[in-house]
Structures are given as C-alpha cells and as structure tokens.
T-cell receptor, first 113, second 113 residues
Framework: GENVEQHPSTLSVQEGDSAVIKCTYSDSASNYFPWYKQELGKRPQLIIDIRSNVGEKKDQRIAVTLNKTAKHFSLHITETQPEDSAVYFCAAIRGGGADGLTFGKGTHLIIQP | NAGVTQTPKFRILKIGQSMTLQCTQDMNHNYMYWYRQDPGMGLKLIYYSVGAGITDKGEVPNGYNVSRSTTEDFPLRLELAAPSQTSVYFC????????????FGNGTRLTVT
C-alpha cells in the first residue's frame, strides 16, 4: 500500500518568514495530493490540493509543488501569520480513491511573534 | 448545511465495554471513512465504505466493526474496548468522483480506562 513520509515533525518560524513542509510518497500510481490544516481540538480542513497532471498550484499565501519523478510534494507558506500556527498533514491517494487517503504524520507549525 | 455529524463528542469507557460511534452525512456522498488519530501518528484508516451495503477494512480494523445500511449513516462499533483504542476518531465522507476531497466530522474523543 501507499506510504507517506512527512518532514519536519515540528517547524518554528518567525512571523513574516516562509515555511516549507515536505512529503514523499511510495506509490507511483498516486495522483491526488491534498494538504490539511488542523487547529488544536478541531477537525482537519482542506487548505489546498494538487493533481498529478500539475506541477504547482498557488492560493494567496500558500502554494504546493509536486515532483512526480522524485515522488515528493511540498507545502509553502509565505508571510506567515499567527493564525497559521497549527498541525499540517499531507496525504496521497491513487486511482478512484475508494480506499481513502494515506496521511503523513503531521507537522506542527509554530509561528513565533 | 450540517455536513458530517459525529456523536458523541467525548466518551469514557471501561475496559471490556462496548459502544457505537455515530456518523451521519447530509451531502449524499457515496464514500465514507473512519479514521483514528493518535498523537504524532497522523490519521490511520480503520474502515471505509463506497456505498450502502458495502464496507471494507482499512489499515487498522482490529477491534472494530462497521455497517452501512443507508447512504447517510456509517456507525463504528467497538467491542470489548481496550486501552489501545484510546484515540480521537474522525468520520469523513467524499462524493467519490475522481480526486474529490474528504469532508471530516468534528471527531469523537474516546478514553478507555
């Protein structure tokens, strides 16, 4: 089955700086890669996703890049703000996706004032 | 829109007791999932269903059972609760179209003592 590795487990950045979270996946058939943000005590919420026919996608301060050859994808957050503090999860899914997403273990992003 | 609704929000069980975690969605989604979330371990798939009457095991199904008698409901049953089942449980659904995102419920925090 699919295996998703996520790094780092904790990331501390100064407010206003950029943050980068990286993930690798094992199944070359995976073709959909969403990112979820989870605030303390709340449910994961989708913030951005990318499909395997696209190399990069941007939405305001967040962007995701995908390298299919190397089987890795990354989340980039620019001009970080205190409300960006949360746990971020990457995930991967293959084909029709009936058997669900495989998640990374999460990155705790801390924004230092 | 209610989306995905889970009950209860919190529960404490004694070892050996049983309980059912309820999940219902009002989006007419075919695909439904149960995940458990342990600290630092991401989300792991317990069971999933692609439609009424169809269920299948995920990565960590032992100690759990599910049923899917209707499109809306996907209850998770714990038989003979064990401390290892202490976790936060999330139900999720998706439309099942290619690369459709997951919609999560607010979670059930279960403690087994």
């Amino acid at each position: 089955g699919e295996n998703v590795e996520q790094h780092p487990s904790t990331l501390s950045v100064q407010e206003g700086d950029s943050a980068v979270i990286k993930c690798t996946y094992s199944d070359s058939a995976s073709n959909y890669f969403p990112w979820y943000k989870q605030e303390l005590g709340k449910r994961p919420q989708l913030i951005i996703d990318i499909r395997s026919n696209v190399g990069e996608k941007k939405d305001q301060r967040i962007a995701v890049t995908l390298n299919k050859t190397a089987k890795h994808f990354s989340l980039h957050i620019t001009e970080t703000q205190p409300e960006d503090s949360a746990v971020y999860f990457c995930a991967a899914i293959r084909g029709g996706g009936a058997d669900g997403l495989t998640f990374g273990k999460g990155t705790h992003l801390i924004i230092q004032p | 829109n209610a989306g995905v609704t889970q009950t209860p929000k919190f529960r404490i069980l004694k070892i050996g007791q049983s309980m059912t975690l309820q999940c219902t969605q009002d989006m007419n989604h075919n695909y439904m999932y149960w995940y458990r979330q342990d600290p630092g371990m991401g989300l792991k798939l317990i069971y999933y269903s692609v439609g009424a009457g169809i269920t299948d095991k995920g990565e960590v199904p032992n100690g759990y059972n599910v049923s899917r008698s209707t499109t809306e409901d996907f209850p998770l049953r714990l038989e003979l609760a064990a401390p290892s089942q202490t976790s936060v449980y999330f139900c999720a659904s998706s439309s099942g179209t290619t690369n459709s995102p997951l919609h999560f419920g607010n979670g059930t925090r279960l403690t087994v003592t």
